[in-house]
């Protein structure tokens, strides 16, 4: 492959909002074995997890610093928006999902929402997927080429919000309903299939192709800087790619 494909290959449309799938992994005590608990329920939006370090300002002298307290912030709650289907399938999933947390027997009584009986944690937590998919349909064995997973561990639906119902206006919309789901903690995975090259060496592959035109900035006088800035750059590039094993 040539330097100018090289380049080319790297600057691609850009990850697209409306590129994901959702896959819902319910809890064990559903039965039927992982594929069966394996559901592909109609997302209409979500949203990918943050992370923050919980800081604090310290310093023995002088201004302060911000330093890391231990904690990390990695779980939390996520809203998403479903579309309903004309037979409700995928709220009465959802429902039954969550009447998992409160419906326990004890002492041969059933809980309900009026008198809740707890059940155990590992008894209603499941797993989320969130799936970014590339435009072009590149790389892997997923004919959709998804570029990376989100993971969200240990999650349940812990809220239903109330859906409006009006017979007014010309247009009759899709009836959505969003949930907001808690989870513990999450895990990312990013498809290295889908790069056939590493982000360092996607730096490598621009800094080269640069280095090898800086000759044509001769024309604008300006050659001596740019290729000074140029070269310094490729030395930390190296550097960094001989830290993290690049080559």
């Not at 330097?3 to 290959?9: C, F, G, M, S, V």
């Not at 419906?103 to 970014?132: F, R, V």
């Not at 239903?160 to 119902?165: K, P, V």
Request: glycine share 10%.
């Amino acid at each position: 492959m040539s330097t100018i494909d090289d380049l080319k290959y790297n600057f691609d449309q850009g990850a697209r909002a409306n590129r994901f799938d959702v896959r819902f992994f319910l809890p064990i005590i559903f039965g039927g074995g992982e594929t069966a608990r394996t559901m592909g329920l109609r997302v209409e939006s979500c949203e990918l997890p943050g992370r923050s370090i919980e800081t604090k300002q310290w310093s023995e002298f002088g201004a302060l610093r911000t330093m890391p307290t231990g904690r990390v912030n990695d779980g939390g709650t996520t809203t998403m928006s479903f579309v309903c289907d004309q037979a409700f399938a995928d709220r009465f999933i959802l429902e039954a999902w969550q009447s998992l947390t409160y419906t326990a027997q004890s002492e041969g009584k059933t809980g309900n929402q009026i008198q809740p009986i707890m059940g155990y944690y590992n008894d209603y937590i499941g797993e989320i997927q969130i799936l970014q998919n590339r435009s072009d349909h590149r790389g892997g064995d997923d004919s959709k080429g998804v570029a990376l997973t989100y993971t969200l561990k240990e999650c349940y639906p812990t809220e239903f919000a109330s859906q409006a119902l009006s017979s007014s206006g010309e247009a009759s919309p899709l009836l959505k309903f969003p949930i907001t789901f808690g989870y513990r903690y999450w895990l990312s995975e990013y498809n290295e299939n889908v790069h056939q090259r590493s982000f360092l060496n996607k730096g490598r592959v621009i800094l080269d192709s640069l280095l090898e035109g800086s000759n044509l900035l001769s024309r604008f006088g300006k050659e001596g800087k740019v290729r000074r800035t140029l070269t310094n750059l490729d030395t930390r590039t190296t550097q960094l790619n001989n830290i993290f094993g690049g080559g």
